[in-house]
């Protein structure tokens, strides 16, 4: 019989399963992990419905960037589904006049055909300053970019603009929290994720040290025990 705990692990703009790759290996002994297709929906509503159709019973739910505005909105919508949140690289609020115009930039790039100058233009926004010299990890970003395609990147930018602010939810929320936060994140800065775990009850506040917005991929070794940590608090779950 397998007792790991369900675990549904949400990708940001332009990120697939490859997002959570470091987290799906070295998590496995503990969780069966899931990451959905958010690809084909263009709102936050839509594809918070899509986790909850394709998952059974209860699970636990971790989210990254705009993963957390779906989470938030899957806590909106069925919150007695979801055993406890993590919520990475992210916050509650909307976008600003200037962060939406600057999405709505892109998208009209994107639908002019210069994808590919959209997708080389958000390596210096996501990483921290050291680690864009690594090839490898910049390349692994690019790859997974030009696999979610410029459609759905269409597609999740404007299901970001029209998200609703959540705000509210956090006062809501019951299960067992992490939050956490890279400590150069340009884009959801710290400061968004100490005060979400301010607000929301029963929360801890991780921050990862070196790091931007693009934690799992980043600084998987921090993540990891973070996540561990949170899965097997007051779990059953074996720990060895």
């Not at 233009?121 to 990890?137: C, V």
């Not at 970001?160 to 340009?186: E, H, K, M, N, W």
């Amino acid at each position: 019989m397998d007792n790991r705990i369900p675990l549904v692990l949400l990708p940001g703009l332009l990120c697939d399963e490859a997002l959570w790759k470091h987290q799906i290996n070295e998590l496995s002994d503990v969780a069966d992990c899931q990451v959905p297709d958010f690809t084909t929906q263009d709102t936050v509503a839509a594809m918070a419905h899509s986790v909850l159709d394709n998952m059974p019973g209860r699970f636990a739910l971790a989210a990254l960037s705009m993963g957390g505005y779906v989470a938030l909105e899957v806590m909106r919508q069925a919150s007695e589904r979801v055993s406890r949140l993590a919520l990475l690289d992210t916050q509650p609020l909307r976008d600003t006049p200037e962060q939406a115009e600057r999405r709505r930039h892109f998208v009209q790039l994107a639908e002019q055909g210069d994808f590919d100058y959209v997708i080389e233009s958000f390596p210096p926004l996501l990483f921290h300053e050291s680690r864009l010299a690594d090839r490898a990890l910049v390349s692994e970003f690019t790859a997974m970019a030009v696999k979610v395609g410029r459609q759905a990147f269409i597609r999740q930018q404007n299901a970001i603009i029209t998200r609703p602010d959540s705000s509210a939810t956090l006062f809501t929320i019951g299960c067992p929290t992490l939050v956490a936060c890279g400590r150069q994140d340009a884009i959801t800065p710290l400061e968004n994720s100490e005060k979400m775990a301010a607000e929301i009850p029963n929360s801890r506040l991780v921050i990862f040290e070196d790091c931007g917005h693009m934690s799992t991929m980043e600084v998987p070794e921090q993540v990891n025990e973070a996540l561990r940590d949170w899965l097997l608090a007051g779990s059953s779950v074996n720990r060895e």
